[in-house]
């Protein structure tokens, strides 16, 4: 069985003073402790094309500086596409941007979150549901984690478990279905990313997400590439 590379849907630029140390995908994939040949990286926000989802093992749907409420035409395109590639059980994670994008697309609500901006190093709070879920489990229930965001999900969609919030933001982490993820925070910051106002030991347990999904829709993909047993 051939191993599927990841996509990475990128949907906007670092800020320009963060952009010496690369895009959005290539901190995504070092991250989550992929090779540059196990990925995909396409920028939506420029016109790339969206492909079959079933060519990947996985989908990663990025942060940006853009606003889901704004509904740009790549922006809805987009949401179509996730809405369609989640009911099909393709696993997907979307950090910040993307994880508003995924609560929009599956009948959430976005918009300004009422208590300001949220930037900086967060305590984030895990909740009950959390102990059993693929990603979360086995997680500290409180951990430091990099934020920086206006927009936030004030309603997560019909059937969503929230697993994690923080002071600021009562949705901080979602799953929807057994594998379509949204997490608000960053796990793909490392200290260097945001430097003078992050601190250091928020890479290590956030970070784990990321191999954590890598490693799950690996599982998913060996699972359904299993023969079905005769009876």
Known sequence: MSVLPFLIIETGQP???M???????HWIRVAAGLAEQETVAIDVANG???PDPADFAGIIVSGSAAF???RADWSERSAEWLRHAAHQGMPLLGICYGHQLLAHALGGE????PAGRESGTIALELHPPAEQDPLFAGLPPQFPAHATHLQTVVRAPDGAIVLAHSRQDRCHAFRWGRATWGVQFHPEFATHHMRG???ARADCIARKLLRRFVHHARRLQTVSAR???HT
């Open 48 to 50: 790339d094309a969206l």
């Open 19 to 25: 952009r010496r140390y690369g895009r959005f995908p």
């Open 197 to 199: 106002y992050v601190q």
């Open 227 to 229: 023969p079905a047993a």
């Open 15 to 17: 800020v320009p003073e």
């Open 68 to 70: 889901v409420t704004d």
């Open 110 to 113: 976005v918009d300004y979150n």
